[in-house]
């Protein structure tokens, strides 16, 4: 199992954004977590890379218990690609990417022939390569993002965990990364772990679909048996349409137009996300 | 092959050329600064008396005027070692805090240090406290920069560790509260005020090797903390949540840091007095030469910061005709020299 959760509860002060979730993540797959927005899905991830520790439940890696890995032991684990990115301090592509090879490097050691090889090799999978000596402080917020894709890429762990990471991306690179990220799967056995607002690119590349509401996973499974009309009603509140579609090969999912007036309310806007 | 890799060596390469050339430097500056002043001594006679004092030998004397090695050894050297030390680790600490704050325009100050500093010494001075004879205002400045450093943490810590916004609000607050305080003190102080004063526009007057040993200790232990933490300070700009996911401990690092940072800055502060635009200037001028990597920003800043102190300092000793306080110096210096390279900074960010 890369991950195995168990009866998972988190708390912000006294609101519960996540209420006994449990999970079993086999290796090997493209996850998608989707859900409406505030649903629990960041603070999910959140577990799972161990930037906030659950009140009760248990999270395994691997069989053993999270938080017994050591910090840096976790960062050759599993590397995660933020949906928002800020930087104050000009440092070049180059050198963000190549920061994804610290938790492979001693601490002062200067980086080796293969940490340059994969730095570079992962910069021209992700079209970053023509601007490696830019500052990325002077590039767009799609091409940051990029870079902020290679970084993790760079860092070459089993799990990588994408939290709506191509929400700023145009659709040649939204498809250029996720394909990426799909690549390492069908090849290499690495497990993608991804928040996803864009139902349709969760249905294009996910194996198993995860779908979340108000801190608990409403339904999950394989995507051809989890991706109805009723759960997408029953998560979202909207009536959709779900059908086979021959030119993409998957199950796609069209809306209409639907009156705000009509719409019933959400019961969301618990805690972040 | 590799067209980054020859530019990151080149890089790296002229990163050790330097290191070697400001730390050249800095040694001339230093025997420059030694030969200047009330009485000029030559170049030569310094060196004879450095190093009969470090090896012990007063054959090298030979020659030398029997009043130099007072001069050099009891009244400028201590002063010189003591403003080089100050220049480094305000420098250094300037570095940091920005790096920690992810704001360039943060510096030792910023959380209130300065002020703390001040506050602790002007109650020194009015209370006339003199139990420890001359060091009981640096040690009250001391005590002052460090319980504003933890009450300022203390403020802005939440369950989710320290955030750069919460730490820069409450370094403002309370160094708001803390200039009130010293006005009141001032009102207070009646024929002391002039005391309070001169102290807080900084001065590297009469300063012991006693000073330059403390400033000494500090600035070593702090650059061994920061060089370690340097990488980890590198990938905190990322922001906390990356920054996690690539292994730093992300309410730890930043802790021992700032804490660090500060103990370096209260101690140059209680030296010195306060001492504005080096901590801010200095790593903004090294991040044209460096890069933003603190690998290379934290030693080169230790250095230039050092240089630029020391000038600073010998021109109000030895080149002007009256003694202008330090402080004043680098402000009115660093001021508008910051408000052009700011304003370059800005053009060049339209352009591009």
């Known amino acids: 199992m890369a991950y195995d959760v168990s009866n998972v509860s988190f708390f912000y002060g006294d609101k519960k954004i996540l209420d006994d979730v449990s999970l079993v993540l086999p290796p090997g797959k493209f996850y998608g977590i989707v859900g409406p927005n505030g649903c629990g899905k960041t603070t999910l991830l959140d577990l799972l890379m161990r930037h906030k520790a659950p009140a009760r439940g248990q999270i395994l890696l691997n069989g053993k218990e999270l938080s017994r890995f050591p910090k840096k032991s976790l960062s050759r684990q599993t590397a995660l690609v933020p949906q928002n990115f800020y930087i104050n301090f000009p440092y070049t592509t180059a050198e963000i990417v190549m920061m994804g090879r610290y938790p492979h490097m001693p601490r002062f050691a200067a980086p080796s022939e293969e940490d340059h090889r994969i730095v570079k090799a992962v910069m021209e999978k992700t079209d970053v390569a023509q601007f490696e000596h830019r500052f990325v402080t002077a590039l767009s917020g799609g091409e940051r993002q990029r870079v902020v894709f290679a970084r993790a890429l760079a860092q070459g762990t089993p799990v990588l965990l994408l939290d709506e990471a191509s929400s700023n991306l145009d659709i040649n690179h939204t498809l250029r990364l996720l394909g990426l990220a799909a690549e390492g799967v069908g090849k290499s056995g690495k497990t993608v772990i991804a928040v996803l607002q864009d139902i349709n690119l969760a249905a294009l590349y996910c194996d198993h679909l995860i779908f979340m509401k108000n801190g608990g996973i409403v339904e999950q499974g394989n995507i051809e048996a989890v991706l109805k009309p009723e759960t997408i009603n029953a998560v979202f509140n909207v009536t959709a349409k779900v059908s086979f579609d021959p030119f993409s090969n998957r199950k796609q999912v069209v809306f209409r137009k639907e009156a705000p007036s009509e719409m019933p309310g959400m019961s969301t806007g618990r805690g972040r996300d | ?352």
Request: glycine share 10%.
């Open chain 2, 1 to 352: 092959m590799p067209i980054a890799d020859s530019i990151i060596k080149k890089l790296q390469g002229a990163f050790i050329t330097q290191v070697i050339m400001l730390a050249g430097l800095l040694f001339a500056a230093v025997i420059t600064a030694a030969t200047m002043g009330y009485i000029a001594i030559p170049a030569s006679d310094v060196l004879k008396v450095i190093a009969s004092a470090l090896t012990g030998d007063t054959q090298m004397l030979a020659g030398v005027d029997e009043l130099f090695p007072v001069v050099v050894l009891d009244v400028r050297l201590p002063r010189i070692l003591a403003a080089t030390l100050v220049g480094s680790g305000l420098a250094m600490s300037g570095a940091v805090f920005q790096g920690i704050l992810l704001n360039p325009l943060a510096d030792p100050y910023t959380l209130g240090v300065s002020a703390g500093a001040a506050f602790g010494a002007s109650v020194a001075i009015l209370l006339n406290l003199g139990f420890l004879g001359t060091y009981s205002i640096p040690l009250f400045a001391f005590c002052g920069a460090v319980a504003t450093l933890f009450f300022v943490i203390y403020l802005s810590a939440s369950g989710e560790g320290l955030s750069s916004n919460n730490l820069i609000l409450s370094g403002i607050i309370v160094a708001a509260i803390l200039s009130a305080g010293i006005s009141f003190l001032k009102y207070l102080a009646d024929e002391q005020v002039g005391v309070i004063i001169f102290w807080l526009m900084g001065s590297f007057g009469s300063k012991t090797w006693i000073d330059v040993g403390l400033a000494f200790a500090f600035v070593v232990f702090g650059f061994m903390v920061c060089v370690f933490f340097a990488r980890d300070l590198n990938l905190m700009s990322l922001g906390t949540r990356t920054a996690a996911s690539l292994g730093v401990d992300t309410r730890k690092v930043p802790l021992i840091l700032l804490v660090t940072a500060s103990l370096v800055a209260g101690v140059c502060v209680s030296i010195s007095g306060i001492i504005g635009f080096v901590g801010l200037l200095v790593p903004h001028m090294v991040r044209f030469i460096t890069g933003p990597d603190n690998r290379r920003l934290i030693p080169v800043s230790l250095l230039v910061g050092a240089i630029l102190l020391l000038t600073a300092d010998t021109i109000t000793r030895a080149v002007l005709p009256a003694e202008i306080p330090i402080g004043v110096l680098t402000a009115l210096i660093g001021g508008p020299f910051f408000c052009y390279i700011f304003r370059k900074r800005q053009k060049v960010m339209r352009s591009d």
